[in-house]
């Protein structure tokens, strides 16, 4: 523990439990935290990383991405300004984000408001309720990636045509992939206390293929129930200027302010990124959006049926590594 700083326990505990609430895929959490003084390096976890799924680590990025904006929501609410650095040092390439904290004030307008959606916000995988969203809240979602650097397009109905086999092949050939299978089964199905994806929150297995996206193709999962989804589910696609790893980070930070945004409004979310994982297939969803920005998350919005269970985490002490 620190004694120069002016950051409490209380707050290191608060705002990494913020952080580590955030989304990442297949729930790995591939986040680490090291503080020095007042700042907050997010570094990656190799150990955490999908290889089969993910080789490039453009999703891990989203999730540290989403990891670090919570600590700043979290941060702003104990009244400490950040600003950021993404791959702050080439020495050191594990750090992904670092984040420095300024004395506390107030708390900070904005961000701070998002923070009662931090623990609200769930991966929500069921059929969604038949009630337009507002375009006013569309809007607002179209601004909030905006503030990220990332910019939210939502599909009209002929991209929503468009995309539906693009998904459909996706879906075929996550099935025949034995690597990808293989870490499916490492981290998707049966009962979880701390990292990956439950039985409970997989939802219902769609009636009509493409509606969600079944993240235990290929795993044996007893009992599961089938259901009716929206026949035109609302989909949007978050997209970045460039595709380095600064803009997956970048992305990832947009993706959480749109979702905890999203979340206020009572909005759940749920994603189809199995299309971004092949690049032919992610080319094809380029081209679908115009090919002027790089498709980095393909999200269904919408008004849940029902609610969820939630998805475990480890308890943040264990992603602390050092503290000086
Ligand atoms: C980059 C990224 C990709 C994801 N891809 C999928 C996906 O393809 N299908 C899915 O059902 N969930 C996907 N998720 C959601 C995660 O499974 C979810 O965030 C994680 O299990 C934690 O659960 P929670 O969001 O309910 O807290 C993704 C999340 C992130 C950040």
């Known amino acids: 523990m620190s004694t120069t700083s002016f950051v409490t326990e209380d707050e290191v505990g608060i705002m990494l439990a913020a952080a580590g609430q955030a989304p990442s895929m297949h729930n790995t959490q591939p986040w680490r935290f090291e503080i020095n003084g007042s700042v907050i390096d997010v570094l990656l976890d190799t150990d955490r990383a999908l290889p089969a799924a993910d080789l490039s680590n453009r999703f891990v ?8 904006f919570n600590l700043r929501v979290a941060a702003a609410m104990l009244g400490h300004e950040t600003t950021l650095a993404i791959d702050p040092d080439p020495a050191v390439p594990d750090v992904v ?3 420095f904290l300024a004395d506390r004030r107030v708390p900070v307008a904005g961000l701070a408001s998002l923070y009662g959606e931090v ?18 809240l569309m809007q607002l979602l179209i601004e909030a990636a905006t503030s990220e650097h990332a910019e939210l397009r939502w599909l009209d109905d002929e991209q929503r045509a468009g995309l539906g086999p693009i998904v459909r092949s996706a879906d075929d050939r996550d099935v025949h992939e034995e690597d990808r299978l293989h870490e499916r089964l490492r981290w998707i199905g049966g009962d979880r206390t701390a ?8 939802g219902p297995l769609p009636a009509r293929a493409g509606a969600v996206r079944d993240l235990s193709a290929g795993v044996d999962i007893p009992h599961r129930e089938h259901a009716a989804f929206e026949p035109t589910p609302v989909i949007a696609v978050l997209a970045t200027a460039d595709d380095d790893e600064r803009a997956w980070v970048r992305a990832g930070m947009a993706l959480q302010r749109v979702w905890l945004t ?18 032919a297939l992610r080319d094809q969803v ?4 115009g090919r002027d920005a790089w498709p980095q998350l393909i ?13 475990p985490r480890r308890p943040w002490n264990e992603t602390l590594d050092a503290w000086r």
């Open 61 to 68: 990025r989203v999730g540290l991405g989403a990891a670090a």
């Open 195 to 202: 990292e990956g994806v439950p039985d409970s929150v997989l």
């Open 262 to 279: 999203a979340t206020s409004y009572e909005l759940a979310a749920s994603f189809l990124n199995q299309a971004l994982e092949y690049p």
């Open 119 to 136: 623990s609200r916000r769930f991966t929500y995988r069921g059929p969604m309720v038949d009630r337009p969203m507002s375009p006013r």
């Open 286 to 289: 380029r081209t679908l959006i």
């Open 299 to 311: 999200i269904r919005l919408g008004y849940p049926t029902e609610g969820s269970g939630l998805t």
């Open 97 to 99: 984000v670092r984040i």
